[in-house]
Every structure is written in structure tokens, then in C-alpha cells.
């Protein structure tokens, strides 16, 4: 297909290594028992270590970036990967109270190496190829993931929830090396002045000359709390209807088997279409996944509403990532990323204890809310569309500006 071979060779090799990683990186799904497991915490201390893990990971998110456009998104990737490995790979060998620097250190480095990543794809693809290469990361990301939790779970019970550690932290610095080996460099490399991309002087200018963007953020915010309550307050709302957790995990099931099917396709056969209105369809069906709820509590309701929520994310998800990029100017392409990666993962600290709380206290206004506020976060990206900055290509690349590289990222193939 047309649309697969814009891909360059070496990102499709990174998305193997990414698909290899993903596929033993399953030890946050097991942090809370191997907490209260092995380590003994009582589930309010292991509740804390893994709220802090979690805002580790947020900030990795929101920072990574600055660090990749000041010191390169290839040098920061590997630098957190390694660290990250490393981090990973001492956690069985730590005393517990360690624990609570390691793990929020290890999901920092871990945001941050999920910003650069984005950030050194957004910088090799050239733009109108984007959107299939975010699928295609995407794709081995999922793919990865798929196979994962099941071999953590034969690993943790067979043997020692230590080995999932060491398994992801041996991926990680696999990840590292593999990287290093199929992404190069620029050939020629130019210094950062500091008058140039310090702090948030360089993005917020930008940001505002792009007020789609500034809709688009907020709006992804919103629906990430609404979309992630399909991992906390989903699996009790089906619990307490009879549903027991073989219904749930079949219904994650339908979640990974679409997004498998259908992410990289949808990503082909819509590359030309307008970005913001895909989005907005995206968010919307997301909001009428959890509104498929209010017709009853029931496997086939519960189904649709997986259907319909996999079904909007493999739309806003890549395409959102890739408009990102597209408008980023290239000397805060990083901060641009790191500003959506941050957005995009929000709902991994806020779903849990906002919807929790809700649903302890009223229990049936948690879908009509939930398909309230992804209907104002579509709305809001499809009134943006309407404007005319929305529309409009993002601006040449500034060839006076220290940080855009004379050349592109050059990359080679082992």
C-alpha cells in the first residue's frame, strides 16, 4: 500500500524493537500485587506508591520533550531507556522503602522516553506521512501488549514477580541499544543557544498562534479521564451487575483485537482527510460508548460500549498525535509532544479517585457524565476545525533557528 511504503525502513524497524519492548514491559499491571504480595505493603501504602509512580510517569511526559529539544530526542530517548533498564533491573535487589524513589524514578524515565520517542518519529517522518507512522507504532505498541500480560502472568506465578523487573528492565536497555543501532544522528549537528527554546518561551508563542491546538489539548485531557474508566470504575459498575472478571477480560479482549485490526488501516484511508474532524468523530463515539450504557447493564450493552470505545480511539488517538506534529514548529517539536503525551496519559492519575468518587457517591451519574463531557471535548475540536487556523498547514520550517537541523535525521539500517 502507498500509504505503508512513506514509511522509512528504519521506523518500521523501531516499531519491531518498540513491539519487542512492549512485550515485557507488564510489570506496572502487577505493581499493586507484588506491593501487597511479596513486599508486604498494606494496600493504603501500596495505593501511595502507585499514585506516585503514576505522576512520575505524567511528569515524564510533560518534561521529556524539553529535554529533546535542547539536547536531541535520539540522545534523551536512549539516555532514559538505559536508565530506565537499569532502574528496573535493581527493584528486586532494593529494600522496600527504596522502592518509593525507584518506581516513580522508573515510570519518570519512562515518560520521558515516551516523549522523546514521538517526538524523534514527528522529526524523521516528513510531514503527510505521520498519521500511518504513529499507526505503525501504535500497532507494535498494542501488538506487544497484547502478548504481554499473559506472559507476565505465567512469570509471576511460576516463577517470581522480581523476573517481570528484569525482563523489562533487560527490554529496556535492549531498546536502547536497538535504537542506537537504526537511528543516527543528525550528520551535522548544530548547538542550542540558549536564547532559543529555554523554558516556556518558545512554546507558549507558538501555542497561541495556534489555537486549535489550545482546544485540542484540554479536550484530550477531558476525554483521557472519560476513556480510562474502562480500567477502574468499569470493571466494578459490571461486577456489581453480575459480570464477573472473565466478561471484563473479554471485553479488554474485543478492545485489542480491534485496535489491531483496524488502527493502521483507518490511519490509511484517512491520511487525507481533515485531522481535527476525525478527531472529533473519535472523541464523539468515545462519549457514545458510554452512553450505550444507559440503555442497561448487560453483556451485549457492554459490548457495544467496548466496540464503540475502540472504535473512537483508534480514530482520535494516532491522528491527534500526529496533528500535533504536524503544527509544532521544529525548534519546540519535543515540548509540542510532550505537551499531548502528558495529555494523552492524564487520565492514568485523575480517572481513577474522580470517577471512584462518583461512582461511590452516585452511582448512576457516572455514564451520563462521562457521555456528556466526550461529547463537549468533540464538540469543541469540531468547532476548531471550522476555523481557519485549523485548517491551515502549519508554518515552513524557521531555517534561522539553532535548534531546526540543516539536515534531516539520518537514519541507517544494521
Same mark, same amino acid.
Given at each position: ?8 525502513? %528504519? ?17 506496572? @499491571? ?7 504480595? %511479596? ?41 532514559? @531507556? ?23 524514578? @522508573? ?104 489555537? @486549535? ?10 476525554? =483521557? ?14 461486577? =456489581?451487575?453480575?459480570? =464477573?472478571? +472473565? ?27 481533515? %485531522? ?60 509540542? +509532544? ?59 520550517? =524557521? ?5 531546526? %537541523? ?9
Amino acid at each position: 500500500m502507498r500509504g505503508l511504503r512513506d514509511i522509512p525502513r %528504519p521506523i518500521w524497524l523501531l516499531a519491531g524493537g518498540t513491539f519487542v519492548n512492549m512485550v515485557v514491559s507488564v510489570s506496572f @499491571a502487577y505493581t499493586f500485587l507484588y506491593l501487597t504480595g %511479596p513486599r508486604a505493603l498494606d494496600t493504603a501504602e501500596a495505593g501511595i506508591l502507585s499514585g506516585a509512580a503514576g505522576l512520575g510517569l505524567l511528569a515524564g511526559n510533560f518534561t521529556g520533550g524539553w529535554y529533546g529539544d535542547h539536547f536531541g530526542h535520539r540522545r534523551v530517548l536512549l539516555a532514559s @531507556a538505559a536508565l530506565s533498564g537499569l532502574t528496573l533491573l535493581a527493584v528486586p535487589a532494593l529494600p522496600t522503602p527504596a522502592l518509593f524513589a525507584a518506581l516513580p524514578l @522508573a515510570q519518570y524515565l519512562s515518560g520521558t522516553q515516551r516523549a522523546s520517542s514521538s517526538a524523534l518519529v514527528a522529526t524523521t517522518v516528513p510531514e503527510g506521512s505521520r498519521r500511518q507512522a504513529f499507526a505503525l507504532m501504535r500497532a507494535a505498541s498494542n501488538g506487544g501488549f497484547t502478548l504481554g500480560p499473559i506472559l507476565g502472568a505465567l512469570v509471576a506465578t511460576h516463577f517470581s514477580y522480581d523476573w517481570l523487573y528484569v525482563a523489562e528492565g533487560a527490554g529496556s536497555l535492549g531498546l536502547a541499544c536497538w535504537t542506537a543501532r537504526v537511528v543516527r544522528a543528525p550528520a551535522v549537528p548544530k548547538r542550542v543557544e540558549a536564547s532559543h527554546g529555554s523554558g516556556l518561551g518558545g512554546v507558549w508563542p507558538a501555542l497561541r498562534a495556534r489555537p @486549535a491546538v489550545l482546544v485540542l489539548l484540554p479536550s484530550i485531557v477531558v476525554i =483521557d479521564v472519560v476513556y480510562r474508566q474502562q480500567y477502574s470504575t468499569f470493571p466494578v459498575f459490571l461486577a =456489581d451487575h453480575g459480570m =464477573d472478571a +472473565q466478561v471484563y477480560g473479554s471485553l479488554l479482549a474485543i478492545n485489542g483485537g480491534m485496535l489491531l485490526c483496524l488502527e493502521l488501516p483507518l490511519a490509511l484511508g484517512l491520511r487525507r482527510r481533515s %485531522p481535527l474532524r476525525i478527531v472529533g468523530t473519535g472523541l464523539l463515539l468515545v462519549a457514545g460508548g458510554y452512553g450505550a450504557l444507559l440503555l442497561g447493564a448487560g453483556v451485549v450493552t457492554a459490548a457495544v460500549m467496548m466496540a464503540l470505545l475502540t472504535l473512537g480511539e483508534a480514530l482520535y488517538k494516532t491522528t491527534a498525535t500526529a496533528y500535533v506534529a504536524d503544527q509544532a514548529p521544529p525548534h519546540v517539536q519535543g515540548r509540542f +509532544q510532550s505537551l499531548y503525551a502528558g495529555a494523552s496519559i492524564s487520565g492514568v492519575v485523575l480517572s481513577a479517585p474522580l470517577g471512584g468518587a462518583l461512582y461511590e457517591a452516585a452511582p448512576n451519574a457516572l455514564w451520563p457524565l462521562c457521555a456528556i463531557l466526550g461529547a463537549l471535548a468533540a464538540a469543541a475540536v469540531l468547532l476548531s476545525a471550522r476555523g481557519r487556523t485549523a485548517t491551515t498547514p502549519a508554518p515552513a520550517p =524557521d531555517r534561522s533557528s539553532p535548534e531546526t %537541523p540543516p539536515h534531516p535525521v539520518s537514519l541507517r539500517t544494521p
